[in-house]
């Protein structure tokens, strides 16, 4: 999912990945993460959330906290 | 590198319903705070640009802006200069220049978007993007070019993609080319620098040695309708229709860089004109800028380009710059003595439109823009 907002490729993401090292995770790339948790799974990403995401993992973290993204046991 | 393809997008409504969302706004709030500015906003959008635009710009004044669009005058400017309002306060502009465009016998109305502007503190709010979409459902067709990182990332992901316009240069004096380009070698080949120039101003008497039926230049006070069409207007080009109004306002009347023109002429007929413009690069050398061209041949293109070199070395120039999009323009700039820029992705520009047939039509023709069609009036 991320890899389709931000118009890249799975392999290109990790989440240490920094937000500067994908060309894509501009102000249109963010507006897409936000529509995809909006029509896909009803969450709501706000401006200032999307703002201070600064690597893929705080994007996973966020998918955390709305239990969209599960810890393996 | 692999191709790419658009990303299907949200709709207007949904994109429409986050940004609002983002910016505290209701979704009908969001499409009727978008309104043309009209002459008492004149006032609000200097002070806008004036705050927010990263590069200060000491000519942007009230007789450009009202130049540049209508501001509630039909008759004036070129297009409309929107401005989005949230509770009384601007947010964005939107500058949309009206496009006329004629491709294989048909013709398209559309507009040029430029001069967008968002609030610095809403970059992250998806603005731009819905801007831009707004423009693609409200109008025939679209073209964009991008200026920073934000507005390529759009032009690249929302609209089908052109080719970039990239910029070529044809150095006169190589001082300030060489300081630039390689700057450790600068001071040391100075002493080279007039063998070297005079070996240059040789190279381009010879490449441009006038061949027969060549078609000769004027100077021109005032363009006339009906302009000539470009010689390959007929084919596979998609052709930007200016009219003579249009060409005397935008080039000769710019109060930002006004321009010199000429009419390329054969046998007593017009075949095409070019106009220039001189600026002055970031060491203040100044620099001959061909702004707009149009030609019935590629040798009369080379001869309007030879001219503007002529020109540049009576008045001292550094070098002539153009920005060519059309491979079949570029081949004729490397013949005249232009190099193309080194390491430069050039403006990357893309076409869109509702209407996924014209999209497709649109973004497979050959495109030939000058800066005619560009926002950049500074250099």
Do not use: K
Request: charged share 25%; aromatic share 6%.
């Amino acid at each position: 999912m991320l890899a389709e907002c931000f118009g890249t490729t799975a392999d290109a993401l990790s989440p240490d990945t920094a937000r500067d090292a994908v060309p894509g995770w501009d102000s249109m790339g963010a507006l897409m993460l936000m529509a995809e948790l909006d029509e896909r799974f009803g969450i709501e990403l706000s401006a200032e959330n999307s703002r201070s995401m600064r690597r893929v993992s705080d994007v996973l973290a966020f998918l955390r906290t709305h239990q969209l993204l599960l810890d393996a046991a | 590198m692999p191709a790419r393809t658009l990303p299907a997008l949200p709709d207007l409504a949904v994109l429409g319903r986050l940004v609002a969302r983002n910016l505290g706004m209701t979704p009908d709030e969001l499409p009727q705070g978008l309104r043309p500015a009209s002459a008492a906003d004149l006032s609000v959008v200097l002070a806008f640009r004036r705050d927010h635009l990263h590069v200060p710009m000491r000519w942007d004044d009230p007789s450009y802006l009202r130049w540049r669009y209508r501001f509630g005058d039909p008759d004036a400017g070129f297009g409309e200069m929107m401005v989005l309002w949230r509770q009384g306060e601007p947010v964005a502009l939107l500058g949309l220049e009206t496009l006329r465009c004629r491709h294989a016998g048909s013709e398209f109305g559309g507009v040029r978007g430029m001069d967008l502007l968002v609030r610095p503190d809403l970059h992250e709010s998806g603005l731009g993007t819905w801007l831009n979409r707004w423009m693609i459902e409200h109008h025939g067709f679209v073209l964009a070019m991008g200026a920073n990182a934000n507005s390529i990332g759009i032009v690249r992901r929302l609209f089908r993609p052109l080719p970039a316009r990239l910029t070529f240069t044809h150095p006169i004096d190589l001082r300030p080319f060489v300081a630039r380009r390689w700057p450790r070698w600068g001071a040391a080949s100075a002493p080279l620098m007039p063998v070297v120039n005079i070996a240059l101003q040789w190279r381009h008497a010879m490449l441009a040695l006038p061949a027969a039926g060549a078609a000769e230049l004027v100077p021109l006070t005032r363009f006339a309708d009906p302009l000539p069409a470009p010689g390959d207007a007929g084919g596979d080009r998609v052709v930007v229709q200016n009219t003579a109004d249009h060409l005397n306002r935008r080039l000769l009347d710019n109060p930002r860089r006004p321009c010199r023109a000429l009419a390329l002429r054969r046998a007593g007929r017009a075949v095409g004109h070019v106009a220039w413009a001189e600026g002055a690069d970031a060491g203040g050398h100044p620099e001959l800028h061909i702004v707009d061209w149009s030609a019935a041949s590629p040798q009369d293109l080379g001869v309007a380009f030879d001219a503007a070199v002529r020109e540049a070395r009576t008045r001292r120039c550094s070098c002539v710059r153009v920005v060519l999009q059309d491979a079949a323009e570029r081949e004729v700039a490397l013949r005249s003595g232009f190099l193309a820029s080194a390491d430069e992705e050039g403006r990357i520009a893309g076409v869109q439109s509702r209407d996924d047939v014209l999209a497709v039509r649109l973004a497979s023709a050959r495109w030939a823009l000058t800066d005619v069609t560009d926002d950049a009036d500074g250099f």
